[in-house]
């Protein structure tokens, strides 16, 4: 069936191009054929499994709540008769996103049998609404949310707005580009400048002291802080304006 229709393809496109047609109407054609031609893979898939599988996918958890659609990669599957009712799962461990595969089960004749398929999920994500600098914080309006297949994001893309507002873009970004978790660091709760609670601890004592920051950090990082007397030591960021120094 493919062989045919490629060649149903080809002998069309060459006529059509003898005779000067446009590459916007060429390109209708090959849509149009391309239609064709899906709609004859999903037929090769029984209806009552075709049903299945949808219903399987769409109750997966991971997809719950979205919109899903599956393709299928195999577009002549050798799919056994069954006596029986064919059962729908998955192999422990498979992920049903994207590029993946079910397995097909005939219990009454001990068979089973594993279906490529492409899983596409519609939900909403993050973009930009607009080019962003680097190294700023997001802010109202530099946001957006839009509509399309997640499985050809990156994991760690947002899904609401409000997960990227506060937040630093660590590169500049595109007007309409994702935005993930990994393009955004929290902000520093300690910058330049900044006067500072110092608390020295040792073994039997604790010390506090005052001091300015000569680095900027986030609750965990490692700053540098100048004392009043001149004297420079680094320390951990406990909180905003609270730096610890662990002399053990």
Do not use: H
Request: net charge positive; proline share 4%; charged share 20%.
């Amino acid at each position: 069936m493919r062989n045919v229709f490629k060649t149903l393809v080809f002998k069309t496109l060459t006529f059509f191009k003898a005779r000067s047609y446009s590459l916007a109407f060429l390109s209708v054609l090959i849509s149009f054929f391309g239609l064709l031609f899906a709609q004859n893979a999903i037929a090769n898939v029984p209806p009552d499994i075709d049903v299945a599988i949808k219903r399987f996918v769409a109750r997966n958890p991971m997809v719950a709540g979205m919109q899903t659609e599956v393709e299928y990669i195999d577009q002549n599957p050798t799919i056994q008769a069954c006596p029986e009712k064919i059962e729908v799962g998955s192999q422990p461990g498979i992920r049903l996103w994207g590029r993946t595969s079910v397995q097909l089960r005939c219990r009454k004749l001990a068979w089973t049998y594993n279906l490529a398929i492409r899983v596409r999920v519609i939900g909403d994500y993050v973009v930009a609404g607009r080019y962003l600098q680097g190294n700023v914080k997001v802010a109202q309006g530099d946001l957006r949310v839009v509509q399309g297949d997640l499985t050809d994001l990156t994991d760690d893309v947002l899904r609401s707005v409000k997960d990227g507002y506060n937040r630093i873009l660590v590169r500049p970004v595109q007007a309409g580009m994702p935005i993930g978790l990994n393009d955004l660091r929290e902000p520093a709760v300690i910058a330049i400048g900044d006067p500072v609670r110092i608390l020295i601890s040792g073994k039997d004592f604790e010390v506090t002291g005052e001091g300015v920051a000569q680095t900027s950090g986030m609750v965990g990082d490692t700053v540098k802080v100048k004392l009043y007397d001149g004297q420079t030591i680094s320390g951990k960021i406990l909180r905003a304006g609270v730096v610890v120094v662990n002399t053990q």
